[in-house]
């Protein structure tokens, strides 16, 4: 049986798409070799030598960064940044964009949280890379704090691969949103997951709720809605949470249901990062039919202020995301 491997997939819609110069064909091809790299790396961690742990060092997220963190930065930053492909670099573990030098820059802006789940490595449970491709919008050469603040709306790509069970990469160009898996007998992705569609309403909803004493009453509200019973409206909702933004992205993007992040006492700017976090799943979100919301607006029409700005996140299923949105706004919850 003929399998179609992630490369051929880029290529195919790359012939597909008026005025293709195959520089977006090459970028991607880079990235997945940084993460098959990661995804090796990943699984050697506990056996490799001096992989696991931290570093000593802070990142600009005030986050001890962990070894494995810092290889996984490093890489993407190395390929990608050497591939002709891009003007610049921006990663959440970097407090500047990397500028490449002019000689060397190509039409393309690259976001990445280069290893979420930093928390969890030491555990041996899901992580993932996030990343982000935008073109650069300004005339010239220079590279811009325009083209380095666009709204999520503009993005040309999105992504994310988990390193689970197994190694996937989900992908959407705006095509659609597909999935991929690592055979590693043979060091390819191959399609595994094609066109994948998030169920209009699930059944799960994904919070630390932990925090809940520090929790808006609007969310508290919505949370206590969500675990009510009601059949008739597919209540109770059952909690599943993991503490990885790709790991219940995953899941969520698979099974249906709602991921919330919201601001709270000690984050009243919400915590999930725009550029890094928040645009690419929601990216990826919407083109699978899903939603992505801070509460009270579509995560794709915020211009950044910063590079590092932090947003509340809700992400899922339509139904599921407006009737957070509903709840949030103040508007008063269907009987429970």
Same mark, same amino acid.
Request: a negative charge.
């Given at each position: ?5 992630? *490369?051929? /997939? ?78 610049? #670099? ?22 990445? !949280? ?7 490595? !030491? ?6 890379? #996030? ?21 999520? /709306? =503009? ?20 095509? &659609? ?15 595994? /997951? ?8 699930? +059944?799960?909803?994904? #919070? ?12 508290? =509200?919505?949370?206590? /809605? ?19 933004? *790709? ?8 099974? &249906? ?32 039919? &899903? ?5 009270? =607006? ?30 949030? +706004? ?7």
């Amino acid at each position: 049986m003929q399998r179609t491997t992630l *490369v051929q /997939h880029i290529r195919q819609r790359g012939f597909s798409t008026p005025g293709a110069t195959g520089e977006f064909t090459s970028l991607m091809n880079e990235i997945i070799v940084a993460a098959k790299i990661v995804s090796l790396e990943v699984n050697r961690a506990g056996i490799g030598e001096d992989i696991l742990g931290l570093t000593g060092k802070i990142n600009v997220q005030g986050e001890e960064v962990q070894k494995l963190d810092e290889f996984a930065d490093l890489t993407f930053s190395t390929i990608i940044g050497q591939s002709g492909t891009v003007c610049a #670099i921006c990663s959440e573990e970097k407090d500047e964009p990397y500028i490449v030098p002019e000689e060397d820059r190509g039409k393309y802006i690259f976001m990445m !949280d280069p290893l979420d789940g930093s928390s969890n490595i !030491d555990v041996n449970v899901g992580i993932g890379s #996030i990343f982000s491709i935008y073109r650069k919008i300004s005339a010239g050469n220079e590279v811009t704090e325009a083209d380095l603040r666009q709204p999520g /709306h =503009q993005q040309v790509a999105a992504g994310y691969v988990i390193y689970g069970s197994s190694t996937m990469f989900v992908l959407t160009t705006g095509q &659609g949103v597909d999935g991929f898996t690592l055979d590693p007998s043979l060091g390819e992705f191959f399609l595994s /997951h094609p066109d994948l569609r998030i169920p209009e309403q699930g +059944s799960t909803y994904s #919070i630390n709720e932990g925090n809940m004493e520090i929790w808006d009453k609007e969310q508290q =509200q919505l949370v206590s /809605h969500l675990k009510a019973s009601d059949p008739a409206t597919q209540r109770p909702y059952k909690l599943r949470y993991i503490g990885t933004l *790709v790991s219940d992205f995953h899941r969520t993007l698979l099974k &249906g249901g709602i991921f919330m992040y919201p601001q709270d006492k000690n984050s009243p700017q919400g915590k999930l990062r725009y550029a890094f976090e928040a645009a690419p799943m929601a990216y990826i979100v919407e083109h699978a039919g &899903g939603r992505a919301s801070t509460g009270t =607006q579509r995560i794709l029409d915020i211009v950044p202020d910063e590079l590092h700005q932090r947003v509340p996140l809700f992400v899922g299923s339509t139904r599921d995301v407006e009737l957070a949105e509903k709840i949030l +706004s103040g508007a008063e919850c269907a009987p429970n």
